[in-house]
């Protein structure tokens, strides 16, 4: 093998194992922004993605129906700031989301990363107050001074 092929093949392989490594990960299973309580618990999510729990007894309740218009609208706000949405509308299951953060109605919880409860409203939030009530968190202002 002359110089020129060992060079040509020196300079190709990181190109190569990259694509390798892209390829394992297009097998994984694509993040799905909203989840349901019954499938996972908040300890799937502890310093992986920020929560948004959305609590309901019925999933009828309009702050429900109005809070996941809210939320699908502007998916990309939630996206941006690393969130999982998971949502818990039948109070007979007894999710372990729903026991742990003790829901009772609607009820909007938001989570940092570490599991913290950051707020939770009664009422729906519009993605503006939402966004701005993670911004504010000392892990998310990190992250935006080391963009």
């Known amino acids: ?3 020129f092929s060992r060079l ?20 994984e ?7 349901d309580a019954s499938e ?13 729990v959305v609590f ?3 999933p009828n309740d309009p702050r429900f129906t109005e809070q996941m218009r809210l939320i699908e609208d502007r998916p990309e ?14 109070p007979k299951a007894r999710s372990a989301v729903r ?3 003790r829901a009772r109605g609607f009820m909007l919880v938001v989570l940092a990363k570490d599991g913290s409860v950051v707020i939770r409203k009664p ?8 966004s701005r009530s993670i911004d504010k968190l000392p892990l998310r202002q990190q992250e935006i001074r080391e963009r």
């Not at 040509?8 to 297009?26: H, N, Q, R, W, Y």
């Not at 300890?43 to 929560?51: F, L, T």
């Open 40 to 52: 996972t618990t908040l300890e799937d999510w502890i310093w992986q993605k920020r929560i948004v």
């Open 77 to 90: 706000v939630l996206l941006e700031r690393d969130v999982v949405v998971i949502t818990d509308t039948d």
């Open 1 to 3: 093998m002359n110089a």
């Open 56 to 58: 309901a007894d019925n």
């Open 8 to 27: 040509a093949i020196a300079a190709l392989l990181p190109v190569a194992l990259g694509s390798m490594a892209f390829s394992a990960t297009e097998a």
């Open 123 to 130: 009422a729906p939030w519009d993605m503006r107050e939402i």
């Open 29 to 35: 299973e694509p993040f799905t922004l909203i989840q």
């Open 99 to 101: 026991q742990e953060l």
